[in-house]
């Protein structure tokens, strides 16, 4: 029997995945990855959800990790006999079409949850029929198969969670074909080669974390190693590395989530950050179901009731928060990490996307598709998510009216502002007492730190006590709920 094994960007690997496994099972196996022009920030538009409206544009950082994550892929299929056929073009055709071309007995691929991926999918399945199969892997547990009672999905994080863990069989991850066939040279001579940075208009950033399954267990393995059991007190303090670091691998699937999970119960599954780290990763798949369930989020908020929100225009406002000069040291350190290496602490996204959200009243949308074009693990159910919750409209949301203080946020998450440090040269000789609020510190703390505010650093752009109350009385008024009341009009599909 031959199969065609599809991998389609969110499997970057050999090591627990489920299709490849299976067609090695069954005989002969041909990779394949079809080069479509949505990976790359071009063509057609409605291809795969990458390329959804301004999501589409060339995003850099994700690139460089995508491009050394298939090349990777090659060399770990070569390292175990086969190799990876990357072909241009559009996958609804190309897939068929090879696989008539090349008697292909079957196509395996991993099911994806994205809806622009499920089109695509069923497109190809109405082309393959039977030959068509779908594996899981992209989530420890399937999207959209957990339940509450009345058979609905879930709209709150709890609930879910424990449902989940009730659930979540502790099936062995599947291990790694030990050899595949050869992949026949005719085949292997069609290929289009992997695109380079270069051609795609792009400099190589060496601050991007370097890609690939090898990569990713290491990370793993450190993680686990040194800052895991530590996780539950680290996870929020923006100055220190005590996160796995292994959303961008998780993102592409150069390592499988299921492994992720079982390898953290195995190692620190019963101290209090294991816990927490596990919770973290029900979070994940709290995402994915969600955007399974309700794909209309990628366009709308979750909470209907925030629909029509009369959200501002402020060009200035926007340019300052995208280039890190709003005057709050937190909001600007978290938007020149995202510039410079495509990553940024959770607390940081948290605290940046109120600021923006909040403090400014600019459209969650339009933040989010500003972090979906610079984050490596840029990823829209994960992306959507963190935005809809911190502005108060999505799932199991932050309610409405708490807002993130920059300051407050600052002093406890970066007490000896290591991480302002780090990304905002210009206040590098900040005493901590003020790092957070330099508009506080006397005249002389300003001249020793060498800081001119409104000159090398910039006055607080907005006053967070006024633009609080603004926010509040606004949402207030169109939401029309009072700041006491938690409860919140979801909408799930069957309403
Ligand atoms: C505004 C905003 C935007 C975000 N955009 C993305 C995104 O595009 N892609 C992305 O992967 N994550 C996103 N997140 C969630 C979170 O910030 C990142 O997953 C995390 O910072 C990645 O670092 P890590 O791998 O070291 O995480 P760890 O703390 O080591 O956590 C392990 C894994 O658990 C998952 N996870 C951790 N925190 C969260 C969370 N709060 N919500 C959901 N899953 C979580 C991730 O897959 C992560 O890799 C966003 C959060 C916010 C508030």
Redesign the pocket.
């Known amino acids: 029997m031959r199969t065609i094994v599809w991998f389609r960007g969110k499997d970057l690997r050999v090591t627990d995945h489920e299709p490849l496994m299976r067609g090695s099972t069954t005989g002969e196996v041909i990779p394949l990855l079809v080069l479509e022009d949505s990976y790359f920030g071009s063509g057609d538009r409605s291809a795969t959800d990458e390329s959804q409206g301004s999501r589409g544009k060339r995003p850099p950082h994700r690139l460089q990790f995508f491009l050394d994550a298939v090349t990777a892929l090659r060399s770990d299929l070569e390292a175990i006999g086969s190799t990876l056929v990357t072909v241009k073009g559009r996958a609804t055709e190309v897939v068929p079409r090879l696989a008539r071309e090349w008697n292909a007995d079957a196509v395996f691929a991993q099911a994806a949850v994205e809806p622009g991926s499920r089109r695509r999918d069923d497109v190809v399945a109405a082309a393959l029929g039977e030959r068509f199969r779908l594996f899981g892997g992209e989530t420890v547990h399937p999207p959209g198969t957990l339940r509450t009672q009345a058979g609905r999905p879930y709209g709150v994080f709890s609930p879910f969670a424990k449902s989940w863990r009730r659930e979540v069989a502790q099936v062995p991850a599947v291990g790694t074909p030990a050899r595949l066939s050869r992949v026949p040279d005719n085949l292997v001579a069609i290929r289009n080669p992997i695109p380079d940075l270069v051609e795609l208009g792009l400099e190589r950033n060496p601050a991007i974390l370097r890609a690939g399954s090898s990569q990713a267990d290491a990370r793993l393995r450190r993680?686990l190693k040194d800052a895991g059991p530590a996780?539950k007190a680290d996870?929020d303090q923006m100055g220190i590395d005590g996160?796995?670091?292994?959303?961008?691998?998780?993102?592409f699937g150069t390592i499988a989530?299921r492994r992720?999970w079982l390898e953290a119960r195995a190692a620190i599954g019963e101290t209090a950050g294991g816990m927490s780290?596990e919770n973290?990763?029900i979070?994940?798949e709290?995402?994915y179901s969600t955007l399974w369930d309700v794909p209309t989020i990628l366009t709308t908020p979750f909470q209907s009731d925030f629909e029509g929100f009369p959200w501002r225009d402020d060009e200035n406002g926007w340019q300052a928060w995208v280039d890190g000069l709003t005057g709050y040291p937190v909001v600007d350190a978290s938007a020149r990490q995202l510039r410079a290496e495509g990553?940024?602490?959770?607390r940081a996204?948290?605290v940046?996307?109120s600021f923006l959200t909040k403090d400014l009243m600019i459209d969650f949308r339009r933040?989010?598709r500003h972090?979906?074009h610079y984050?490596t693990?840029?990823?829209?159910a994960?992306?959507t998510?963190?935005?809809q919750?911190?502005a108060g409209c999505g799932c199991d949301p932050q309610p409405y009216f708490r807002i993130f203080n920059p300051v407050s946020q600052g002093e406890r998450f970066d007490p000896n502002g290591d991480y302002v440090r780090k990304w905002l040269p210009e206040l590098r000789g900040m005493p901590s007492e003020f790092i957070h609020h330099p508009w506080d510190a006397p005249d002389s703390v300003l001249r020793g730190a060498k800081v001119r505010l409104g000159d090398t650093y910039p006055h607080p752009i907005v006053d967070h006590s006024v633009a609080r109350e603004r926010f509040l009385e606004t949402a207030t008024r169109h939401l029309k709920r009072s700041p006491g009341s938690q409860s919140a009009p979801l909408r799930l599909p069957m309403d």
Do not use: C, I
């Open positions: 993680f996780y996870r996160t796995s670091r292994l959303s961008a691998d998780l993102k989530p992720v780290f973290e990763l979070w994940r709290f995402s990553y940024v602490h959770n996204r948290m940046s996307a933040g989010e972090y979906f984050l693990d840029g990823d829209l994960q992306n998510a963190g935005w919750w911190t």
